[in-house]
């Protein structure tokens, strides 16, 4: 965001906070005190101040401040308000005046001393006389605003008016497929296909609207971040710049409320664990300054965050180590790299007594996980010894509209988002194992996991021998679910399902078919529990999904 | 008491909305399950036949899915298995009644939709103590017609959560729902 931009956002808020400052001097002028509308000022005021601060207008914040005081004397009732409201309502105007000279000029910062006085002598005894300066009557309008605050929910909903637009224009669409055929004019068949293609055209338009103003630049969370890390990293002695790229990309402002815990994880992992401490850092030959870069870029319908670090990279060793001794592997266990990387992710690795000592990553990385499988994306970890390590998380556009892979098993068909799946493959009934009564397929070296969709849902119909895998990933593990045709890939609305009867389990939502007929998009999330309980070895046993896997475990042990 | 036919289609949009405004009287729709039973006309929003339901796995059993409904998602409650009837095959007389209870709009399945009927509140009387078991705190009433009878039923008791867990308790689908 550009300066300018930031001056506009401070004064559109800030007219808001005068408006409310202004009507409220107005009530108490005219019914006396009120408490209640002394309160209704106090917040708006606060906010004020503390955004000129912010802004770098420090006169107009110390102004503010004194403004305040007496407002304050006035609730201790030390003053009466008729004593003062000639210059509240003075302030109001002086503060009204500032914004105006700031909208012509932002680097204008109007001195207020004087001002600062005056008022201060008003509040020693009444000199019954109010400002007798002209007024300029323009200031009273404020400055043009060019932005609106719209309750979210409204956005919703039109963004499901259109949805439901989508669908009627495919039935249209169809409609005209099949009347080609049976009517004979051919120029008004022609016509009706044109109005529709144009109708199709606007729609298309309209949603992509209706989109771009559900989106917000995702620096509206990356702010939140450089005084978590200064605090931090003052806290343990380090030194460490964050720096922002490409932080005007933009996202579903659903997207955005969702991705701040994730991060604030992440980051406070990288300030604990990823950069070392100025002197190990001068040891290494590396700058004092530890330096960790938040990222964002968009590709195709995805947005990709990344955070950075350039300190000492994951120690592996020290992760075993760790492991071994919270008996998540067997100490003659050697696990590779990416193995260890999904330890790092289990929710057994980290509890309490694991956050004190300064050991392996692992602080909140299992809910990291977690949040972002929720959201329909996908996380990395890219890690080099003494270089540093790099989180990817890959998310969807929209939490409203994504695109899917539709699939069949049986004569059911499911969504899955697309931004779960790496990709998927044709095999053989052959080509799947069975280990420990599990299936499993071969895959790139290596041996991952098989879920049926038909198994998993319970969906009868005769089995094929060639079907379809879609590998689903999710941190440096993967996962196939196999599936019997593959439908293509589609946009679609994702409706949520009533929960009046609970929720179903494996289902995420619900969206419309432009025939009309209904789709469940599945919830990859119940496919990775699923496969929790498959393992043996117990590192998800402190995972909160226990009671599918104890479910699980009675199986196993029946047969 | 008065009593009026739905148009033979069984689609009663037409002729709702005028019920609708008189609240005060006890203006019924009435629908087969074997007995007759009924819910009060104001909170019946249409009538519609029976069409691509799409199944919702791991739900519970009288979850009989979820049907496009103008672009909203409704979920569909089989009431005879919800009420332990012997459960019947969908046929050309069956219907889902789109009713709200509370807050919600779900789907009533009946096996028809018989009458749109005015009941006089002297005819309804409470159901009797010896044929109520625990959980049965839906049916509110019976109204006595000449020559029937015509079950009263309470919808927002009946998707009460606690009654439905009971009734779903051997369900695995409303297992995992209580987990989430």
Same mark, same amino acid.
């Given at each position: 965001?550009?300066?300018?931009?930031?001056?506009?956002?401070?004064?559109?808020?800030?007219? &808001?906070?005068?408006?409310?400052?202004?009507?409220?001097?107005?009530?108490?002028?005219?019914? /006396?005190?009120?408490?209640?509308?002394?309160?209704?000022?106090?917040?708006?005021?606060?906010?004020?101040? %503390?955004?000129?601060?912010?802004?770098?207008?420090?006169?107009?914040?110390?102004?503010?401040?004194?403004?305040?005081?007496?407002?304050?004397?006035?609730?201790?009732?030390?003053?009466?308000?008729?004593?003062?409201?000639?210059?509240?309502?003075?302030?109001?105007?002086?503060?009204?005046?500032? #914004?105006?000279?700031?909208?012509?000029?932002?680097?204008?910062? *109007?001195?207020?001393?004087?001002?600062?006085?005056?008022?201060?002598?008003?509040?020693?005894?009444?000199?019954?006389?109010?400002?007798?300066?002209?007024?300029?009557?323009?200031?009273?309008? %404020?400055?043009?605003?060019?932005?609106?605050?719209?309750?979210?929910?409204?956005?919703?909903?039109?963004?499901?008016?259109?949805?439901?637009?989508?669908?009627?224009?495919?039935?249209?669409?169809?409609?005209?497929?099949?009347?080609?055929?049976? @009517?004979?004019?051919?120029?008004?068949?022609?016509?009706?296909?044109?109005?529709?293609?144009?109708?199709?055209?606007?729609?298309?338009?309209?949603?992509?609207?209706?989109?771009?103003?559900?989106?917000?630049?995702?620096?509206?969370?990356?702010?939140?971040?450089?005084?978590?890390?200064?605090?931090?990293?003052?806290?343990?002695?380090?030194?460490?710049?964050?720096?922002?790229?490409?932080?005007?990309?933009?996202?579903?402002?659903?997207?955005?409320?969702?991705?701040?815990?994730?991060?604030?994880?992440?980051?406070?992992?990288?300030?604990?664990?990823?950069?070392?401490?100025?002197?190990?850092?001068?040891?290494? &030959?590396?700058?004092?300054?530890?330096?960790?870069?938040?990222?964002?870029?968009?590709?195709?319908?995805?947005?990709?965050?990344?955070?950075?670090?350039?300190?000492? %990279?994951?120690?592996?060793?020290?992760?075993?180590?760790?492991?071994?001794?919270?008996?998540?592997?067997?100490?003659?266990?050697?696990? &590779?790299?990416?193995?260890?990387?999904?330890?790092?992710?289990?929710?057994?690795?980290?509890?309490?007594?694991?956050?004190?000592?300064?050991?392996?990553?692992?602080?909140?990385?299992?809910?990291?996980?977690?949040?972002?499988?929720?959201?329909?994306?996908?996380?990395?970890?890219?890690?080099?010894?003494?270089? /540093?390590?790099?989180?990817?998380?890959? #998310?969807?556009?929209?939490?409203?509209?994504? *695109?899917?892979?539709?699939?069949?098993?049986?004569?059911?068909?499911?969504?899955?988002?697309?931004?779960?799946?790496?990709?998927?493959?044709?095999?053989?009934?052959?080509? @799947?194992?069975?280990?420990?009564?599990?299936?499993?397929?071969?895959?790139?070296?290596?041996?991952?996991?098989?879920?049926?969709?038909?198994?998993?849902?319970?969906?009868?119909?005769?089995?094929?021998?060639?079907?379809?895998?879609?590998?689903?990933?999710?941190?440096?593990?993967?996962?196939?679910?196999?599936?019997?045709?593959?439908?293509?890939?589609?946009?679609?609305?994702?409706?949520?399902?009533?929960?009046?009867? /609970?929720?179903?389990? %494996?289902?995420?939502?619900?969206?419309?078919?432009?025939?009309?007929?209904?789709?469940?998009?599945?919830?990859?999330?119940?496919?990775?529990?699923?496969? #929790?309980?498959?393992?043996?070895?117990? @590192?998800?046993? &402190?995972?909160?999904?226990? *009671?599918?896997?104890?479910?699980?475990?009675?199986?196993?042990?029946?047969? | 008491?008065? !009593?009026?036919?739905?148009?033979?289609?069984?689609?009663?949009?037409?002729?709702?909305?005028?019920?609708?405004?008189?609240?005060?009287?006890?203006?019924?729709?009435?629908?087969?399950?074997?007995?007759?039973? $009924?819910?009060?006309?104001?909170?019946?929003?249409?009538?519609?036949?029976?069409?691509?339901?799409?199944?919702?796995?791991?739900?519970?059993?009288?979850?009989?899915?979820?049907?496009?409904?103008?672009?909203?998602?409704?979920?569909?409650?089989?009431?005879?298995?919800?009420?332990?009837?012997?459960?019947?095959?969908?046929?050309?007389?069956?219907?889902?009644?789109?009713?709200?209870?509370?807050?919600?709009?779900? $789907?009533?399945?009946?096996?028809?939709?018989?009458?749109?009927?005015?009941?006089?509140?002297?005819?309804?009387?409470?159901?009797? !103590?010896?044929?109520? !078991?625990?959980?049965?705190?839906?049916?509110?009433?019976?109204?006595?017609?000449?020559?029937?009878?015509?079950?009263?039923?309470?919808?927002?008791?009946?998707?009460?959560?606690?009654?439905?867990?009971?009734?779903?308790?051997?369900?695995?689908? $409303? !297992?995992?729902?209580?987990?989430?």
């Amino acid at each position: 965001m550009e300066y300018s931009e930031l001056v506009k956002d401070f004064l559109d808020d800030a007219g &808001g906070h005068l408006g409310v400052f202004d009507s409220a001097l107005l009530s108490l002028e005219k019914n /006396g005190y009120n408490n209640a509308v002394v309160q209704t000022i106090l917040g708006p005021l606060h906010t004020l101040k %503390g955004n000129s601060g912010m802004m770098g207008y420090e006169s107009m914040k110390a102004y503010i401040h004194q403004v305040e005081e007496v407002l304050k004397k006035v609730v201790d009732g030390e003053v009466p308000i008729e004593q003062v409201i000639d210059a509240l309502l003075d302030s109001a105007n002086v503060i009204r005046e500032v #914004l105006q000279t700031i909208g012509k000029d932002p680097s204008a910062n *109007p001195d207020l001393t004087q001002n600062i006085f005056l008022i201060r002598e008003r509040l020693k005894g009444p000199d019954g006389k109010t400002s007798r300066k002209e007024i300029d009557l323009s200031s009273y309008l %404020g400055a043009k605003t060019e932005t609106i605050k719209v309750d979210f929910k409204r956005f919703d909903d039109l963004l499901n008016l259109v949805g439901e637009l989508v669908i009627y224009k495919t039935r249209l669409n169809q409609i005209e497929t099949q009347m080609r055929g049976a @009517i004979g004019n051919k120029s008004l068949s022609k016509e009706l296909s044109g109005g529709l293609e144009l109708m199709g055209k606007t729609i298309a338009g309209l949603q992509e609207g209706i989109m771009k103003a559900r989106m917000l630049p995702v620096l509206h969370v990356f702010v939140k971040f450089p005084r978590m890390v200064r605090d931090l990293a003052r806290l343990q002695e380090k030194e460490i710049d964050l720096v922002f790229e490409g932080e005007e990309t933009e996202l579903d402002k659903t997207v955005i409320d969702e991705i701040e815990e994730p991060l604030l994880h992440i980051i406070r992992n990288a300030v604990d664990h990823g950069i070392e401490e100025a002197g190990e850092r001068a040891v290494k &030959g590396k700058g004092h300054r530890g330096v960790i870069t938040l990222s964002a870029a968009q590709e195709s319908n995805y947005v990709i965050i990344r955070v950075r670090d350039d300190g000492r %990279g994951i120690d592996f060793d020290r992760v075993r180590e760790t492991a071994v001794s919270r008996g998540l592997i067997k100490s003659d266990e050697v696990p &590779g790299k990416e193995e260890l990387v999904s330890l790092i992710f289990a929710a057994g690795f980290t509890t309490k007594k694991e956050t004190t000592e300064v050991s392996g990553r692992g602080i909140g990385l299992d809910v990291v996980s977690k949040n972002i499988s929720k959201l329909n994306g996908q996380i990395t970890v890219d890690s080099v010894p003494g270089k /540093g390590t790099t989180f990817t998380i890959k #998310l969807p556009l929209s939490l409203a509209i994504i *695109p899917a892979l539709m699939v069949e098993a049986g004569d059911e068909v499911y969504a899955v988002p697309m931004s779960a799946v790496d990709e998927s493959i044709k095999v053989r009934e052959e080509d @799947i194992h069975i280990i420990n009564n599990h299936e499993v397929i071969r895959f790139r070296e290596k041996v991952i996991p098989v879920v049926r969709l038909d198994t998993f849902f319970n969906i009868s119909g005769k089995r094929r021998n060639r079907f379809y895998l879609i590998i689903l990933g999710r941190a440096e593990k993967r996962l196939a679910v196999a599936v019997d045709r593959l439908k293509g890939q589609q946009e679609i609305v994702i409706k949520p399902l009533d929960d009046t009867f /609970g929720k179903s389990f %494996g289902i995420a939502g619900a969206s419309v078919l432009g025939d009309g007929r209904i789709v469940l998009i599945a919830d990859v999330v119940a496919f990775w529990r699923e496969t #929790l309980g498959r393992r043996n070895g117990g @590192i998800y046993e &402190g995972d909160n999904f226990a *009671p599918r896997v104890a479910a699980i475990h009675e199986r196993e042990q029946e047969v | 008491m008065s !009593e009026i036919h739905l148009p033979a289609s069984g689609l009663a949009e037409e002729i709702l909305p005028r019920y609708k405004e008189k609240k005060r009287d006890l203006h019924l729709v009435t629908f087969n399950l074997g007995e007759e039973y $009924g819910v009060p006309i104001h909170q019946v929003q249409e009538i519609i036949r029976v069409s691509g339901i799409t199944m919702v796995p791991n739900s519970p059993s009288y979850m009989e899915g979820v049907i496009n409904l103008r672009g909203r998602v409704l979920p569909v409650l089989n009431l005879r298995k919800r009420l332990k009837l012997t459960p019947k095959e969908i046929g050309k007389a069956s219907r889902i009644v789109v009713a709200e209870a509370g807050d919600k709009v779900i $789907g009533l399945l009946v096996d028809a939709v018989s009458h749109v009927i005015k009941v006089a509140p002297e005819a309804v009387e409470s159901a009797p !103590e010896e044929v109520l !078991e625990i959980d049965t705190d839906y049916i509110t009433g019976v109204g006595k017609l000449k020559n029937r009878l015509i079950i009263l039923l309470d919808l927002e008791k009946l998707l009460r959560r606690e009654n439905i867990e009971v009734a779903g308790v051997t369900d695995e689908g $409303g !297992e995992h729902g209580k987990e989430d």
